[in-house]
């Protein structure tokens, strides 16, 4: 059997002894997190994360140590935001015109609660007996008893309120609003305002120190922090800070970090001055604490990194890539791993914080799948994703998926076995070699350079080849250290494919060359150019033969390093698989959704095979022959 990849949600089965489509694999299935995440929480014991997904109108709830997600609970249109309770049993979800109430033990809503027109932000109660939700058309905040379910009051700030802030002990409540240069004070026990506080401008974020008796107050047009004595409620200093305070800062006590566009400015709450100030790759995001105020992790919206600054140097000491646009990150597991998500790509990013590196990403969907293997003892198969960050295995007897999800750190763009079938080698499109035992689907992970794009094993598992950024890798897997870095012409992405007699290494390059090394002396000994760009490689069993996709089907003569037949019969060719005897090639036509049949002996197309369900365009791309 022949297996083919595209763009279609399943992998097409082709017979190669009759060239008949034989049926195909359903891989797609939507198990991962929902569309456009916009909030993150995590469980007061670290051991779940809950990620609020906005265009599905969901939550997802991950298991933090595994990175499975174990329950998507629906909570309607447009969510805005949500609060976890302390006790982790229940979660409050801000919609544009209620609240729902989510039991997190069962993973079922258990109530609604109508708020009105254009709710902006909620906050819960230390204790958890109230939660405050601000209505800017209505010029309230509405509280809700959270053991009934009920309003049980409203605050009157006298403007449109877009944020509330509770302080430690929970006994009063900081309203502000974006028109209004005012703070109102109000008791929570009476719902009345004690007190009113003139800043002169719209007041941002609040935080709290000295146990609550000192509070700064970020003002988001003016670039200043005010200093408040919440014993008397009112303004004893004001701090100038570097730039506007427009994303959510944090205080560890004795310094806050503030977050201001491309900065942080570092305030000592001592003397109520800048102490330093530190400067971030593009524009910063959320500053987050460890929990033992070591480190604080920035997610950089527009990098789609994550910053990490070692508060004792004041110096981003790594960046950390987890995707477009991510979000404020949260810690689960004890805070052994940092888990943040991005609102482009639909992902959760898993960081283990004692590497700083990115060790799993929930993907939403497995879909397009793209790379794909077959293990040589014919037993298992391995499909990923060309869009996502997932992989699954297949059984080639019954051509059905089974088993978990396998996450990966990144998309997958090439998969290789061990010739005895015990590992499985994944590379990826961030840099990193993923290794699996075939048997308990456990392994590790190298972080190799840029972008990897083609993987082969050597026939002796003696060497792994890998195609990195214009170079071509060797790795010693039994050690699982790198060898040597072959330097190659051309620095574009391709493919790469080991001779059978292990001789020789071709690598392909999307500008248009082939390059041809010598695996015994790890150099490159000739280079072949094609008209177009040169995609998939395969050897010919007798490894005389190396056969290129570059548009049509090249074949390289492997002693003279010259082109000695063109197939220009195959337009569009992209992926490349030959039946184990030699007889038949199978080439991807990607632009004709379809599969030709070539003699290699004649250079003839011998049969055209539909892929792909009649008005859908699969795009095939990858192709591997069973066994």
Not at 442 to 461: H, K, N, Q, Y
Not at 533 to 557: E, K, N
Request: one cysteine or more.
């Amino acid at each position: 059997m022949a297996y083919v990849t595209g763009h279609g949600p399943a992998v097409a089965v082709v017979n190669t002894a009759t060239g008949a489509v034989a049926g195909n694999i359903e891989v797609a299935e939507n198990y991962g997190i929902g569309d456009s995440p916009i909030a993150e929480a995590a469980a007061p014991d670290g051991s779940q994360v809950y990620v609020l997904n906005r265009d599905s109108g969901t939550v997802s709830v991950v298991r933090a140590t595994t990175g499975a997600v174990t329950a998507t609970i629906p909570v309607g249109f447009g969510p805005l935001g949500f609060d976890v309770a302390r006790d982790g049993k229940s979660a409050y979800v801000l919609t544009p015109t209620q609240v729902v109430v989510v039991d997190l033990v069962s993973d079922a809503v258990t109530a609604d609660i109508a708020i009105g027109q254009d709710t902006h932000s909620e906050r819960l109660a230390p204790n958890g007996s109230k939660l405050y939700v601000t209505n800017t058309a209505a010029q309230t905040v509405s509280v809700i008893d959270t053991a009934s379910a009920t309003i049980s009051g409203r605050m009157d700030p006298a403007f449109g309120p877009d944020r509330v802030t509770l302080s430690p002990d929970g006994t009063r409540a900081y309203v502000g609003g974006k028109t209004s240069g005012d703070i109102v004070v109000f008791d929570t026990s009476t719902f009345k305002a004690v007190a009113h506080i003139a800043l002169g401008a719209p007041a941002g974020q609040i935080l709290f120190v000295d146990g609550g008796r000192r509070a700064y107050v970020l003002e988001r047009a003016s670039g200043k922090a005010s200093v408040i004595d919440t014993a008397t409620e009112t303004q004893t200093a004001t701090i100038d800070l570097g730039d506007k305070p427009d994303n959510e800062s944090a205080t560890t006590g004795n310094e806050i970090y503030i977050s201001c566009d491309r900065t942080i400015d570092v305030v000592n709450t001592s003397t109520n001055t800048v102490a330093a100030t530190i400067w971030l790759a593009t524009f910063g995001g959320t500053v987050r604490f460890n929990a033992a105020g070591t480190l604080a992790y920035v997610n950089d919206l527009h990098s789609g990194k994550v910053d990490v600054i070692d508060t004792s140097t004041r110096r981003v000491k790594t960046s950390i890539l987890v995707g477009s646009h991510p979000l404020p990150v949260v810690f689960g597991n004890g805070g052994a791993y940092v888990f943040t998500a991005s609102r482009d790509h639909s992902t959760l990013s898993i960081i283990e914080a004692d590497v700083d590196l990115v060790v799993n990403t929930v993907s939403s969907i497995l879909n397009e799948p793209g790379a794909i293997a077959e293990a040589p003892n014919g037993k298992l198969m391995l499909v990923a994703s060309s869009v996502g960050n997932v992989m699954r295995r297949v059984n080639p007897a019954t051509m059905k998926v089974f088993g978990p999800v396998i996450s990966l750190p990144d998309t997958a763009r090439a998969i290789t076995f061990s010739p005895d079938s015990r590992y499985a080698y994944v590379a990826t499109a961030g840099g990193m070699l993923v290794m699996m035992d075939t048997a308990t689907g456990t392994g590790g992970r190298i972080m190799i350079g840029g972008s990897l794009s083609g993987i082969a094993e050597a026939p002796d598992s003696s060497k792994l080849y890998l195609v990195d950024s214009g170079y071509l890798v060797v790795l010693d897997p039994a050690k699982s250290t790198v060898k040597t870095k072959i330097p190659l012409l051309d620095g574009g992405a391709g493919s790469v494919a080991v001779s059978p007699n292990g001789a020789e290494v071709v690598v392909t390059d999307d500008s248009g060359s082939v390059s041809v090394i010598d695996a015994a002396t790890e150099s490159l000994v000739a280079t072949v150019f094609t008209s177009e760009g040169a995609h998939a490689v395969v050897f010919a069993p007798d490894s005389r033969t190396a056969y290129v996709a570059a548009g049509s089907v090249l074949a390289v003569d492997t002693a003279s390093h010259n082109i000695a037949m063109r197939i220009a019969d195959s337009a569009d060719a992209a992926g490349l698989a030959m039946t184990p005897d030699g007889t038949k090639l199978f080439v991807d036509n990607a632009g004709a959704d379809s599969v030709s049949v070539l003699d290699p002996a004649t250079g003839t197309v011998t049969a055209t095979i539909p892929v792909g369900s009649p008005g859908d365009h699969m795009g095939p791309v990858g192709i591997v022959i069973g066994r």
